[in-house]
């Protein structure tokens, strides 16, 4: 074979010329054509020509539907789209009887038979079709199916990453919903939300007051307090006065009361909550160290109308002479209007204008800390836990002394003669039920839920870094829903490509097939009907389905 593919005959082979295929590669087309001198070398003019000719006359063609339609879908008029017309202007009524001189009577029929004489003059429609032909296979073709696979692959790429967003989505608002649910709120307004759980606060501690007071709490306080004194009475030591328990027993005494409610019970122990004074003053007025009562009981009445001529208004001026009062009073007296103003140097007092707004300040704060109740400070509350961890402790070491036989055999003989509730109480089944009891309410005090919302009411910074966590799990989501929503854009537009490409790469694919076989039968024509093949990626076109 040579470098265009005709096989050569070797000496003394009786094959006929007719029997030998001729191979010619796609890639080698134009220059096989050209130089077996099928086609000329100038054939590039001749297309130029003739495609002047075709516009020419695509203009005298008539306006009718048919012809519309058949030039949309053909952008390049070939050779046999030329046999085509001729074909369609025949059915559509045009004559195509000759006159004498053999030429078509009906003007467009002679025109677009003048343009096929034309293409098929030296061969010029040959080189048209090679030369589509090899552009569609090494151009086109391979431009169209890249583009394709790069779309084809986007859309499996977004399918997949649309399904992951899905799903990491539906986990995070399952998180989101788990944390909502955990700290107690919806989810619509959160801040709002979060804000609004510290209204539970006083039920919370009202219901820990209740443990503390129907508990064994205080008989755990009078045990603990008289085991210890006892102790220290009988090594002769000073005796504890347990101020530390000042908060814990006032719960137990009282109740969960404001601090500024604490102070004045400390000063008077007969005081009693008035129906008056339910809410911490607004602000304190003080004299000479003792507080003003203000009243604000204002009676308003009907001014009486005075009697300008009768009555006589008292204007406080004595009319009296330095002897005393002489005379009638219709005596008129003298009044003497001079006044002394005493000089009192140059100098001119100043004002001092030094406001001490951090003293103001200092004194709100105080205010504030002191409307809050002993379960709602944080030094009382600390005051109260500590209380009960001492008193947890004691019992702990007690449990186990008692649980120990050799230690009990001692400790009995120590509490011999302590009073008579610290015996009651120093035996297993009683240590052990007041250690459960103490040990409920550390529990409750000390909850995840109380924390928070201390945290809450008290801590502006943890109320920001709370709101945030949880809204995060939105602002994710939100920002998975912009991710998706980008993924799913970005497929349509991969979609819709696919949608317009695939038609014209079926298209290209058809027309080049097409191509291959015209030409492989014209220059069958040409070489004695010898059987043409054109190979090379044209035959891996055929073969594929895509």
């Known amino acids: 074979m040579d470098i265009f593919g005709i096989k050569k005959l070797s000496e003394g082979n009786d094959v006929k010329d007719v029997d030998i ?22 054939w590039e003019e001749a297309i130029n020509k003739i495609e002047q000719m075709i516009e020419v006359a695509i203009n005298d063609l008539p306006d009718s539907l048919w012809i519309k339609e058949y030039m949309s879908a053909n952008d390049v008029i070939g050779y046999q ?16 009887e000759r006159n004498f001189f053999g030429k078509y009577n009906s003007p467009l029929i002679a025109q677009w038979n003048a343009i096929l004489d034309t293409y098929k003059k030296n061969n010029v429609y040959l080189s048209q079709a090679a030369t589509i032909l090899v552009q569609n296979v090494k151009y086109e073709i391979p431009s169209i199916k890249k583009d394709m696979d790069k779309n084809r692959g986007v859309i499996t790429s977004c399918e997949k990453k649309i399904s992951e967003i899905s799903r990491n989505k539906k986990e995070t608002l399952h998180k989101f919903e788990v944390m909502c649910r955990d700290i107690g709120i919806k989810g619509d307004n959160i801040r709002e939300e979060i804000i609004s759980l510290t209204d539970n606060l006083d039920n919370l501690f009202t219901d820990i007051q209740y443990q503390m007071q129907e ?15 006892h102790h220290l009475q009988q090594s ?4 504890k006065n347990f101020g530390e328990l000042e908060y814990l027993e006032h719960i137990i005494n009282y109740k969960n009361e404001p601090l500024y409610r604490v102070e004045k019970r400390k000063a008077d122990p007969n005081y009693e909550e008035s129906d008056e004074e339910t809410d911490f003053p607004d602000a304190l007025l003080e004299e000479n160290g003792q507080q003003i009562t203000v009243n604000w009981d204002i009676n308003i009445e009907e001014p009486v109308q005075p009697d300008l001529v009768n009555d006589v208004i008292d204007w406080g001026i004595s009319l009296e002479s330095a002897e005393g009062v002489q005379g009638n009073v219709s005596d008129t007296p003298t009044i003497n209007w001079d006044i002394t103003i ?29 409307k809050q109740t002993i379960l709602e400070n944080h030094e009382s509350r ?10 947890r402790d004691f019992l702990t070491v007690r449990e186990q002394s008692l649980n120990n036989e050799n230690v009990m055999m001692v400790t009995l003989g ?14 297993n089944s009683q240590v052990e039920k007041y250690l459960n009891s103490v040990k409920g309410v550390i529990d409750r005090l000390e909850s995840e839920e109380v924390v928070r919302l201390l945290e809450i009411k008290f801590s502006e910074r943890y109320l920001d870094r709370l709101t945030q966590s949880v809204e995060a ?19 349509r537009d991969a979609q819709h490509f696919m949608e317009t490409e695939y038609p014209k790469y079926r298209s290209i694919r058809q027309e080049t097939i097409n191509l291959k076989g015209f030409l492989e039968k014209e220059i069958s024509k040409l070489y004695s009907g010898r059987p043409v093949t054109i190979i090379g990626q044209i035959s891996q076109l055929q073969r594929e389905k895509y």
């Open 21 to 42: 295929p001729i191979d010619i590669h796609d890639n080698k087309l134009i220059e096989w054509l050209v130089s077996r001198k099928t086609i000329r070398s100038g």
């Open 81 to 96: 789209h030329v046999q085509e017309i001729i074909d369609l202007l025949i059915e559509n009524g045009e004559s195509q």
């Open 215 to 229: 508990g064994n709490i205080k008989q755990c306080i009078e045990y603990y307090k008289g085991y210890v004194n």
């Open 236 to 239: 002769n030591l000073e005796m």
């Open 342 to 370: 005493e000089d009192e140097g140059d100098s001119v007092p100043e004002i001092n204008w030094n406001i001490d707004v951090e003293s103001e300040t200092s004194t709100q704060q105080e205010q504030t800390l002191q």
């Open 382 to 391: 600390k005051s109260v836990l500590y209380s009960l961890f001492e008193i």
């Open 414 to 427: 120590q509490i011999a003669n302590a009073p008579e509730h610290v015996k009651k109480s120093d035996n």
């Open 473 to 491: 799990y939105m602002n994710q989501a939100n920002r998975m829903d912009m991710a998706r929503i980008s993924q799913e854009s970005r497929m």
